[in-house]
T-cell receptor
């Protein structure tokens, strides 16, 4: 079946540090891959997405590349800010699943000044 | 664009009462909406898929008679928690996928509402 695995948190970084949050997936066919961000007490916001192999999604300094050979979609940012503190969810969507999202367990990021 | 709203943002009710939560797509049509439940420091659990003009599809283990879902228009879905009990207290989040009447889905991206915090006393 389809599944998503993320690195466990919490991840604590100093401001301007480099961020990597690992995400790997298992899926049949060619899923679309997403990163969502959730700030405290809020719903999820789409951060970036990629719909096919080798696509790179990017937004607000965050990037992730769809790697089919390693079934990965790692999230990176070169220099994090305190305002990036949130929970990050990796997810996949397969068309044969009616648009349902399969989420990873979420990774909490805390950025200290 | 692609804004989804939820109302109310929080609600406190007594045990045994029913609570209705609305999910609206403000600037796009949504043939499909999803309802999730989230416990503290956990991921989202899909409860049901709501398709405009048809019955909702519930995930295994979700009581359809307790969580009533109605998707009466292309921009509105409602979740009613009937006879609520303290164990129903949770953060409920909806999402919507852009589509057209007749079920034609334009995108596979889900846009999420801000969530509704339900507390049952």
């Amino acid at each position: 079946g389809n599944s998503v695995t993320q690195m466990e948190g919490p991840v604590t970084l100093s401001e301007e540090a480099f961020l990597t949050i690992n995400c790997t997936y298992t899926a049949t066919g060619y899923p679309s891959l997403f990163w969502y961000v959730q700030y405290p007490g809020e719903g999820l916001q789409l951060l970036l997405k990629a719909t096919k192999a080798d696509d790179k999604g990017s937004n607000k300094g965050f990037e992730a590349t769809y790697r089919k050979e390693t079934t990965s979609f790692h999230l990176e940012k070169g220099s994090v800010q305190v305002s990036d503190s949130a929970v990050y969810f990796c997810a996949l969507s397969n068309r044969n699943q009616g648009g349902k999202l399969i989420f990873g367990q979420g990774t909490e990021l805390s950025v200290k000044p | 664009g692609a804004v989804v709203s939820q109302h109310p943002s929080w609600v406190i009710c007594k045990s045994g009462t029913s609570v209705k939560i609305e999910c609206r797509s403000l600037d796009f049509q949504a043939t499909t909406m999803f309802w999730y439940r989230q416990f503290p420091k956990q991921s989202l659990m899909l409860m049901a898929t709501s398709n405009e003009g048809s019955k909702a599809t519930y995930e295994q283990g979700v009581e359809k008679d307790k969580f009533l879902i109605n998707h009466a228009s292309l921009t509105l879905s409602t979740l009613t928690v009937t006879s609520a009990h303290p164990e129903d207290s949770s953060f409920y989040i909806c999402s919507a996928i852009y589509g057209l009447a007749g079920g034609l889905r334009i995108s596979d991206t889900q846009y999420f509402g801000p969530g509704t915090r339900l507390t049952v006393l």
